[in-house]
Structures are given as structure tokens and as C-alpha cells.
């Protein structure tokens, strides 16, 4: 693709994500009281962002800066328009997935898989005991998710095994030939 054409579809996708803006905040003022439209906000400021900044968004800086500062406005919300419910942390906790990923893609899957079942296992218990701290519910998400760094461990596992087989193999086929 050439250096005109990305630029254009850059600014395409800018026009676009104002578009649709602007759209949403007429039909919001037209159409409600509740300014619903300030939920919105963030998603069409981080899609004309990221058609400006394209690959520099995997820069781990980068990311937490931005996802702070999304997740501050979305807090502020919560605590202005909505402040019965915390819901706020759902949204943080989805949110934060796109640094963390961003962090740990160089570690390796295992760290990436160990480090997001801590992550929900925090978030489960979180909202258990937000919402009923009465009934413990939050284990059987725990459970489900304990399979995701489990598979990673043992597909390495295997996958190192069958490497160090063919390695060895190898190894006694070339000793033999000599």
C-alpha cells in the first residue's frame, strides 16, 4: 500500500469517527435527558488516536498513559453520573487488558496467561464481594479461567518435549552416519 493511500484511509477513519460523533451527540440531545453520549467519548477519541499513532500504540508508555486516562474519565462518570454502583470497574478491568498485553507479548504466553488469571481471579473476587458478599460465587470463574495458564504450561511442556526428542534424534542419526 502506498505512503497517499494510507494517509487517505488515516483520514477517512478520522472522518469517520467524528462523523458518527457528532451524529450520537445530536441524537442524544434530540432524542434524551441523560447524557449518555459522554460514555462514548473515549471509544471514538482512542479509534482517531490510534489511526494517528497505528503501531506506536504497542509502546507499553503508551498504552498505560492512555488506558489511565480513559479509565480516570469512565471513574469520573461513575462517580458523577452513576455513583449507586461501581460499575466503573468493569470497564477498568476491561480496559487494562490492552497495556498488559502490550507489557507482557515479550514475556511469553505463560507470563501473559499467569498473569491474566491472577488478574480476573482479582476482578471475580472483587465483584463477589462488592455485589454479595454473602454467597461465594467468585470460584467457579476462578476455576474456568485456572484452565487458560494450565493449557499454556502443558502445551510448552509438550512442545519442548518434542523438540528435545527431535533434537536427540537427530543427534544419533548424525553419530551414526560417521
Known amino acids: ?3 497517499k493511500k494510507i494517509s487517505q484511509l488515516r483520514l477517512f477513519s478520522i472522518a469517520a469517527s467524528i462523523y458518527v460523533l457528532l451524529f450520537l451527540i445530536l441524537n442524544n440531545i ?18 482517531m488516536i490510534a489511526s494517528l499513532l497505528t503501531r506506536r500504540m504497542l509502546s507499553a508508555p503508551l498504552a498505560f498513559t492512555l488506558t489511565s486516562a480513559v479509565a480516570a474519565y469512565y ?6 453520573l452513576a455513583p ?8 477498568i478491568f476491561a480496559l487494562l487488558w490492552y497495556p498488559f498485553t ?12 499467569i498473569f491474566g488469571f491472577l488478574w ?14 454473602n454467597v461465594i460465587w467468585a470460584i467457579y470463574p476462578i476455576f474456568a479461567v485456572f484452565w487458560w495458564p494450565l493449557s499454556i504450561f502443558f502445551f510448552g511442556r509438550k ?6 526428542v527431535t533434537f536427540i ?10
Open 102 to 113: 502490550v507489557w507482557l507479548a515479550e514475556k511469553g504466553a505463560l507470563a501473559l496467561s
Open 84 to 91: 449507586n454502583h461501581p460499575w466503573s470497574l468493569y470497564v
Open 120 to 133: 480476573s481471579a482479582a476482578f471475580y473476587i472483587t465483584v463477589n464481594l462488592i455485589t454479595t458478599p
Open 1 to 3: 500500500m502506498t505512503v
Open 75 to 80: 471513574a469520573a462518570l461513575n462517580v458523577f
Open 169 to 178: 534424534r537427530s543427534s544419533e542419526q548424525l553419530s551414526s552416519n560417521r
Open 30 to 47: 434530540l432524542q434524551t435527558s441523560f447524557p449518555w453520549v459522554l460514555f462514548c467519548i473515549p471509544a471514538f477519541a482512542i479509534w
Open 159 to 164: 512442545r519442548r518435549e518434542k523438540h528435545e
